[in-house]
């Protein structure tokens, strides 16, 4: 009896932890990322307009794609083996490995942008910008590893925070803030935001060195036996990694190369175009992400330690997936609903400027937006998978992620554009979430109930009964002027509210029945 109550007062004390971090990460990511993202690139957009932005979207991509040469799983990989050991212990080893790589970083992004004919300039910023991020992801991960999560939460918003800074005195006070040298003020503020970063890392950092970052003292033939296994783990790190940035960044060189002509676009460069309409909606998939990838950042070690001592997983997983899944389905269905009003409140003249860029604009967004269901799952499914280190599992899945996506791209890139790659983004993304999901089911610490089956089964069935006819109604009106004068909070948006609270019940009944039987 006395160890059943200890094991319960564990776990509420690991329960209200994990929240209390949780809500210091959200809470400080959420008030200055999105100021990022739909405000400054916003406005950045808005100034240089579709084509500039659309090659400062590809150079910057080109930059993301090969960026995990520079993480190559690495950062995850230290941040297990912090919460498993309590220590760094491989630190030299993986620092040659990082130089190594960012060696290569380099030279494969240099060559990938002289094939592709990208400005060597705008290139050069990029790569300065992406090796300062990894240092600061690789102060993080330390960080993670060590459960200290409210100096990571600080340290994830601190580059953004003073990005904001510098990008906002340059977009109110910088006369030439249009065409190329808007790109490069815009890519200089980034540049001091990082530098920031990094310094307040360090500081950080310097109190624990001894304990985090000293590298293990081990004899010399013992440190070669080691070395071949520990290779050959980070090595599955490293393809995996790489094989999901391709299958997630790629898509935007591709627009750019294969886009087809626009009736409604009269410029020279309808790859770079589509490219900035692909980022309008983008931007805004990327701030739905944020929520997800922070859990994921606190759920790694969580898992890690769970796994490591044989502890059930159920509890955690579960309650993590039905939040992630209740808040993708509200996002979908707000931006269904609600997802015109936004692009022209967010772009103006930008994106209804031109008769059918905004329908076209639109179409992009939605199906992006649909991408973010699975995606945000795949970060708790892909991070258990990885807690559990089924590396060559998850390694092979990408790749077969990768050759799917890019087939479906030289498909429908070609005849759609933009939207082609949309549409591909979301059979790829549920593809890999299928791996994910059913390696996870299959492991020693996770039962798949059966009530998970039914309630899923009756929340899906739901939303699309429920969503079907709207997107209809939708698509009906999509094409009619657009322009738009009315306020979000309409009826729909109350129906709206009233289903997804619906179906929160359903996620939560057993929750909300014990509370109510409590509360009796």
């Keep these: 009896m006395q160890r059943y109550l200890e094991i319960r007062y564990l776990r509420k004390v690991v329960a209200r932890t994990f929240l209390k971090n949780f809500f210091w990460l959200q ?54 083996e912090v919460a498993a050991h309590g220590r760094f212990i491989h630190f030299k080893r993986i620092l040659k490995l990082r130089l190594g790589l960012g060696s290569l970083y380099v030279f494969a992004v240099a060559l990938f942008s002289w094939l592709q004919n990208l400005d060597g300039l705008l290139i050069f910023w990029v790569i300065v910008n992406q090796v300062l991020a990894s240092i600061t992801l690789f ?26 800074v510098f990008c906002s005195y340059w977009l ?14 815009f890519l200089l503020s980034q540049l001091a935001g990082y530098i920031a970063a990094i310094l307040l890392g360090l500081v950080f950092l310097f109190p624990k060195y001894d304990r985090s970052l000293k590298n293990e003292v081990t004899p010399i033939e013992t440190q070669k036996l080691e070395l071949k296994p520990w290779l050959k ?69 969580m898992f890690t330690k769970k796994i490591t001592q044989n502890e059930n997983t159920n509890e955690l997983l579960w309650g993590v997936f039905r939040l992630v899944l209740l808040v993708g389905l509200s996002v979908l269905l707000f931006s269904i609903t609600h997802g015109k009003q936004i ?27 649909v991408s973010f269901i699975p995606m945000a799952l795949i970060h708790i499914f892909g991070t258990y998978v990885t807690a559990e280190g089924k590396l060559k599992f998850l390694t092979v899945s990408a790749l077969i992620a990768l050759v799917f996506n890019i087939g479906l791209n030289l498909i429908f890139i070609p005849k759609y554009g933009a939207l082609g790659a949309a549409f591909s983004s979301i059979l790829t993304q549920f593809l890999f979430l299928a791996f994910c999901i ?19 089964f009756a929340i899906l069935l739901g939303f699309i009964l429920f969503s079907a006819p709207l997107i209809v109604k939708t698509y009906v009106l999509l094409y009619i ?38 509360k009796s």
């Design 27 to 80: 809470a400080l990511n959420w008030l200055i990322k999105p100021i990022w993202i739909l405000w400054i690139e916003r406005t950045v957009q808005v100034q240089l307009g579709n084509e500039w932005y659309g090659q400062y979207f590809v150079h910057f991509n080109l930059g993301l794609l090969f960026a995990v040469l520079l993480d190559a799983g690495l950062n995850s990989y230290i941040s297990k």
């Design 139 to 164: 102060i993080r991960s330390v960080l993670q590893g060590k459960h200290e999560f409210f100096k990571d939460s600080v340290l994830s918003v601190t580059d953004r925070l003073v990005a904001i």
């Design 172 to 185: 109110f006070n910088a006369s030439d803030f249009f065409g190329f040298e808007g790109i490069i003020y």
């Design 233 to 301: 783990q980070v090595g599955w790190f490293v393809l995996m990694a790489l094989f999901m940035s391709f299958f997630t960044r790629f898509d935007a060189l591709l627009i750019r190369s294969f886009s087809p002509e626009m009736k409604f676009y009269l410029g020279q460069e309808p790859g770079f175009f589509q490219a900035g309409i692909y980022a309008q909606g983008y931007r805004l998939l990327d701030a739905a992400l944020i929520f997800s990838l922070l859990m994921s950042t606190q759920l790694l070690p």
């Design 343 to 369: 692009l022209f409140q967010m772009y103006g003249s930008k994106w209804s400027g031109v008769v059918g860029l905004g329908a076209f604009s639109y179409q992009v967004y939605i199906l992006l937006m």
């Design 438 to 456: 059913s390696k996870t089911i299959k492991s020693d610490f996770f039962v798949w109930k059966k009530d998970y089956s039914i309630k899923l």
């Design 481 to 518: 002027p657009e322009t738009y004068s009315g306020e979000l909070l309409n009826p729909q948006f109350i129906i709206n509210s009233i289903f997804l609270i619906a179906l929160a019940g359903t996620l939560y009944w057993v929750e909300i029945k014990r509370l109510v039987l409590k």
